[in-house]
């Protein structure tokens, strides 16, 4: 088992920035690729960003690009999302993952997710 407990989500005016953290614990955290995903109110779960265990390979979704940036640490079991020039549509829950399959996009290959930490962007 893997246990991953996000923070760092909150509201934010549009332009502005966020890190968003997520804390594994249990298993070897760095056997796992880790995933950020993201759900706004009425619409499905999407995939934001991955990175490989190593930290070596990263992969983003087109919308987040040049503004997402995802980063680990494996001494501190810790998976970050850096977030910059937010907008409105960022808003969101927004989930970690982890996945035993490497770097992976869709959410069926994530294993163990957290609870989700809640970021808002007002205009």
């Known amino acids: 088992q893997v246990q991953l407990v996000e923070s760092g989500g909150g509201l934010v005016q549009a332009g502005g920035s966020l890190r968003l953290s997520c804390a594994a614990s249990?298993?070897?955290?760095?056997?796992?690729?880790m995933g950020w995903f993201r759900q706004a109110p009425g619409k499905e779960r999407e995939f934001v960003a991955a990175?490989?265990?190593?930290?070596?390979?990263?992969i983003y979704a087109d919308s987040v690009k040049g503004r997402f940036t995802i980063s680990r640490d494996n001494a501190q079991n810790t998976v970050y999302l850096q977030i910059n020039s937010l907008k409105s549509e960022d808003t969101a829950v927004y989930y970690c993952?982890?996945?035993?399959?490497?770097?992976?996009?869709?959410?069926?290959?994530?294993?163990?997710w957290g609870q989700g930490t809640q970021v808002t962007v007002s205009s």
């Open positions: 993952a982890a996945s035993p399959n490497g770097l992976r996009v869709l959410s069926r290959r994530y294993e163990y």
């Open positions: 249990g298993r070897t955290f760095s056997n796992y690729g």
């Open positions: 990175i490989h265990w190593s930290g070596g390979s990263t």
